[in-house]
């Protein structure tokens, strides 16, 4: 079993190669970052997690949205384990020793996360922890500020992105594939939503960094988008052919 503790420091004599994989949510970045981090053999940051993680223990804690100094010192403090224990199961989320996995996904936690994510004060907070993922072997890391603010001198960064009517038809299936109840127009409503607020909050919004390969997935298999970007990594010098 592995654990990777947040707490944990940076350390800089270990900094290895690094991937950014940016965009808005739905746009397959996770399942990109999956694969990638699983052919090259190196680390995984899900910095959304974090932001999602932040969500719940503010909820735990019954912090307001307004209360900013509250969220920070929510993200400052955050305890929170990553857990690879199962390969079957996947990661596991565990938030001052409750498993928290089942709630991380769901919408409402992605809403908070959104709003709690806009707080600059809360992404200072969580800067540090996320530069801390990185590792000699190399990082694969997933967000929306990635290329911009968090690794500005990745060695390859990616933008993906996806029309967001194609973006809620991917989350609709999904839901519906696990049994659940879901409403397209709704999904489709909310992404709009979520993506006004990443793109238009004042601290580090989600847009393309300016050395970015934009790939549109709209009409892509997560294959053709896979083989793209492990081209592109062949050529910055990453993965030889
Ligand atoms: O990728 P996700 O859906 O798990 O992210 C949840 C929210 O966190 C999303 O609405 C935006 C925010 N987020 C962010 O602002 N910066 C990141 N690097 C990752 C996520």
Redesign the pocket.
Known sequence: MSDIEVNDLPDVQLAGPVITV?GP?GAG??TLCQMLAAKLSWALL???????VTALAAKQHAVAMDNEAGLEAIAAHLDVQFQVSDKEAGVQVILEGENVTSSL?TEET??I??Q???INSV?SALLER?RGFQQSAGLIA?????GTV?FPSAELKVYLTASAEERGQRRYKQLLGSGNNANLPQIIEDIRA?DD??MNRSI?P?KPAEDAIIIDSTSMSIESVFDQVLQAAVKAGLLSE
């Open positions: 940016d949510s970045k996770g899900d910095s959304g997690a974090l932001y999602r996904r992605g809403a996360a959104s709690v994510a806009a992404r996320q997933d967000g929306r500020d990635m968090v979520r607020r990443d580090a989600l």
